[in-house]
C-alpha cells in the first residue's frame, strides 16, 4: 500500500498576529504532504527528472477544520486512493494536531512526460510503488443551507 504518515512544522512567516495559521497555508502544505509521499515511496524529485515524467495538478477539493497554533506538530497521513488508466491519480491528504483533524484534501493528479508536459501513462514501476489503499472517501465540500431569517437592504 502506499500509505505515508510524516511530521510537518508550519514556517513562522505563515501566522498572522493571532499566532494561527491562514487556510491557504496549510492548503500549500498539502503540496509538501504530497512530495513526502511520493519522495517516501521512492519517487522524489529527482527520480521524476531521471525518468521524464512527472504529476500536474489537476484539482484539489480541501476542508479546513481547525486553525493550528503557532509551534503546533503537525502529523499527516497521505495515500493514494485511486490510479485510473494509469494517467490519472487521486491522492488522499489527511492533516492533525494532537489527534485532532485540522485539514483534509482529496488530491487529482494527471501523470505527464518531461518536457512535453503531455498525458501519458505511467510506467510500471511507478503504478507499481503507489499502491491504491482505500482507507477514507474523497473529501467534499459540506453541504451549506440557506439561513433564514429577516433580509437586510441598503437605503
Known amino acids: 500500500m502506499s500509505i505515508v504518515d510524516f511530521e510537518l512544522l508550519l514556517s513562522r512567516n505563515v501566522f498572522g498576529p493571532r499566532e494561527v495559521s491562514r487556510a491557504g497555508d496549510l492548503w500549500r502544505l498539502c503540496q509538501d504532504a504530497a512530495l513526502l509521499g511520493s519522495s517516501a515511496r521512492g519517487w522524489d524529485p529527482a527520480r521524476y527528472r531521471r525518468e521524464g515524467v512527472a504529476f500536474v ?11 493550528v497554533a503557532f509551534g503546533d506538530p503537525i502529523t499527516g497521513t ?12 487521486n491522492r488522499q491528504i489527511r492533516m492533525e494536531v494532537q489527534g485532532q483533524r485540522v485539514t ?13 508536459l503531455q498525458i501519458t501513462r505511467a510506467p510500471a514501476s511507478l503504478i507499481a510503488d503507489f499502491a491504491v489503499a482505500d482507507l477514507e472517501p474523497d473529501v467534499c465540500f459540506p453541504v451549506f443551507l440557506a439561513a433564514t431569517g429577516p433580509e437586510f437592504e441598503f437605503g
Not at 497521505?78 to 491519480?89: L, Y
Request: aromatic share 12%; glycine share 2%.
Open 104 to 116: 483534509e484534501a482529496t488530491q487529482e493528479w494527471v501523470h505527464v512526460s518531461q518536457p512535453e
Open 78 to 89: 497521505t495515500w493514494v486512493s485511486s490510479f485510473r488508466r494509469g494517467m490519472f491519480s
Open 57 to 67: 495538478l489537476r484539482r484539489m477539493t480541501a476542508v479546513h477544520l481547525k486553525q
